[in-house]
C-alpha cells in the first residue's frame, strides 16, 4: 500500500527546483496557447502582421500630416519599429493577466509552480514578436535601408522588453485573480501607454527636464533602444533615460516575482 506524505513547507523549499521540473507543462501551455490563438482562424498567423501593420499604416499618416520627425529614417520604418516591442508588450500583458483565471481548473486541481503559467504566454507573445519581425526586414529591404553596426545590441533590448513584459505581466495576473475588475482596467492601461510611449514621437522631442521622468515608462527605453539599434541617424539614446527605464523594469520584475509569490498559495481558494 502506497502512503501520501505531506511534509509542511515541502513544496516551498523545492519551489525553484519544480520549475525545472514542470518545464513540459511549461512547452505544453505555451504551445496550447499558440495553437488556440489561431484555431479556426482564416488569416492563422497572418494577424501576426496584419495587427502591427495597420497600425503602422494609420501612425504613418498621422506622422505625414503633422509632419513628425523620423531621425532621417522613412517614416513606416520609424513607427514599425516602435510597434514592434510595443505590441509584444501589450499583447504579453494582457494574455499574461487574464492567464490564471483562463487555467483555473488546472489551478484549483494540480499542484505546479504556479509561475509558469503566466511565463508560458510571454512565450506565445515572443513567437508573434518573431513572426512580426520578418515583415521589418522585409520592410527594410524594400526601403534599401541598412543598420547600424548597432543592430548588435538588439538582443540586450528585445531582453530590456521581455523583462519589463513579465513583470507587469506578474502583477496583473497576481490581482486580477482576487480583483477582476482588472479586466477592464488592463485594455484602459494598455490604451493609454501607446500615447505615453514615443511611438509616434521621438523622446528628444520631450523637453529636457521631464525626460527623465519620462524614462519612468519602462517601454521608453525600449523603443529608443529598438530605433537606436535599428535605425541610428537621428534616434539616438537618451542614456539618463535608458538607465531610468533600466532600473523601472528590474524593480518591476523583482517585486512582480516577489508579490506573486506572496499571493500564490491563495490562487487554488480565491480562483
Known amino acids: ?22 518545464r513540459e507543462l511549461f512547452y505544453f501551455l505555451a504551445w496550447r496557447d ?35 520627425p523620423s531621425g532621417g529614417a522613412p517614416y513606416p520604418l520609424f513607427a514599425f519599429c516602435a510597434m514592434l516591442p510595443w505590441q509584444f508588450f501589450s499583447s504579453a500583458l494582457s ?28 512565450i506565445t507573445g515572443f513567437v508573434d514578436f518573431l513572426i512580426s519581425s520578418v515583415f521589418l526586414v522585409a520592410l527594410m529591404f524594400w526601403y534599401h535601408f541598412m543598420p547600424p553596426a548597432t543592430v548588435v545590441l538588439l538582443p540586450c533590448f528585445v ?44 523622446t528628444s522631442r520631450v523637453p529636457e527636464p521631464w525626460r527623465l521622468i519620462y524614462g519612468l515608462n519602462p517601454m521608453v527605453g525600449v523603443i529608443d533602444g529598438f530605433r537606436w539599434c535599428l535605425l541610428g541617424g537621428g534616434n539616438t539614446l537618451y542614456w539618463p533615460g535608458l538607465m531610468m527605464s533600466v532600473l523601472c523594469t528590474t524593480f518591476l520584475l523583482v517585486t512582480g516575482i516577489w508579490y506573486f509569490r506572496r499571493t500564490e498559495k491563495t490562487f487554488a481558494d480565491v480562483i
Open 1 to 22: 500500500m502506497n502512503e501520501l506524505i505531506i511534509e509542511a513547507g515541502r513544496t516551498e523549499k523545492n519551489y525553484w527546483r519544480d520549475l525545472w521540473r514542470y
Open 34 to 68: 499558440l495553437l488556440v490563438r489561431y484555431k479556426q482562424t482564416v488569416v492563422g498567423v497572418g494577424w501576426a502582421f496584419i495587427k502591427p501593420f495597420s497600425t503602422m499604416l494609420i501612425l504613418t499618416m498621422i506622422g505625414k500630416v503633422a509632419k513628425l
Open 95 to 122: 494574455e499574461s493577466g487574464s492567464s490564471l483565471v483562463a487555467n483555473s481548473n488546472l489551478i484549483s486541481k494540480v499542484y505546479f509552480p504556479r509561475l509558469i503559467v503566466p511565463a508560458s504566454t510571454i
Open 159 to 202: 531582453l530590456l522588453a521581455v523583462a519589463a513584459s513579465f513583470g507587469a505581466g506578474l502583477w496583473i495576473a497576481a490581482l486580477m485573480v482576487e480583483y477582476r475588475d482588472f479586466r477592464n482596467i488592463v485594455p484602459f492601461i494598455v490604451q493609454f501607454g501607446l500615447y505615453a510611449s514615443p511611438v509616434i514621437l521621438m
